[in-house]
């Protein structure tokens, strides 16, 4: 299936490093979600967004939906082991039942 | 708080038989959605719900089936059990109402086919 244009793919940062990952696509969106998925759990809602150049917080997270509707950012700063993770993007055309995911960012912190 | 389960969370069965994986949410949402997982495929749909009594195929829907007969549940059942079905399934649910595309997914149920 169609999958979003996720990156990087995955990255080592040290412990206290501010991160960034980006989400692209072909089409546009009305809504971009983050999610954050640890082993053998599901994923977990971490930021909506609803509106082209929306920039959304969440604690040490913020993310911001593009102005052209085809991209969304998430970084993540002063990174902590529990960071880690799998993070990946979501996008939704609004008015329909499908939902786009992204390719994932593995992230690992070494402390 | 409401929330999203699933059970079993994981499950071992053989070739051949009928598996049922559960899902109920404490939202009172309209939209849910199975997806199963795997590596290299990301999430993929199977099958969803827009409210009571509706059920659609996603993209890999052979061999699933659902049915929705009151908001809260959508069980996911694999009529006979094939070891390509070997996956982590996820339920996931949506209000359906405003302009609200927020999806919330369960923790997951690992499934085996031996």
């Known amino acids: 299936g169609q999958q979003l244009n996720q990156s990087p793919q995955s990255m080592f940062i040290q412990e206290g490093e501010d991160v960034s990952m980006n989400c692209t696509s072909s089409s546009i969106f009305n809504t971009w979600l983050w999610y954050k998925q640890d082993p053998g759990e599901g994923p977990v809602l971490l930021i909506a967004l609803y509106k082209a150049g929306e920039l959304t917080s969440n604690g040490r997270l913020t993310a911001q939906f593009g102005i052209t509707r085809k991209d969304s950012f998430l970084n993540i700063s002063a990174s902590i082991p529990s960071d880690v993770g799998i993070y990946f993007c979501a996008g939704h055309g609004g008015g329909t039942y499908k939902y786009i995911f992204g390719t994932g960012t593995r992230l690992k912190v070494l402390a | 708080d409401a929330e999203i389960t699933q059970s079993p969370r994981h499950k071992i069965t053989e070739t051949g038989r009928q598996v049922t994986l559960a899902c109920h949410q404490t939202w009172n949402h309209n939209n849910m959605f199975w997806y199963r997982q795997d590596l290299g495929h990301g999430l993929r749909l199977i099958h969803y719900?827009?409210?009571?009594?509706?059920?659609n195929k996603g993209e890999v829907s052979d061999g699933y089936s659902v049915s929705r007969s009151n908001t809260e549940d959508l069980p996911l059942t694999l009529e006979s059990a094939a070891s390509s079905q070997t996956s982590v399934y996820f339920c996931?649910?949506?209000?359906?109402?405003?302009?609200?595309?927020?999806?919330?997914f369960g923790e997951g149920s690992r499934l085996t086919v031996l």
């Open positions: 996931a649910s949506s209000p359906g109402t405003g302009n609200t595309g927020e999806l919330f």
């Open positions: 719900s827009y409210g009571v009594q509706d059920t």
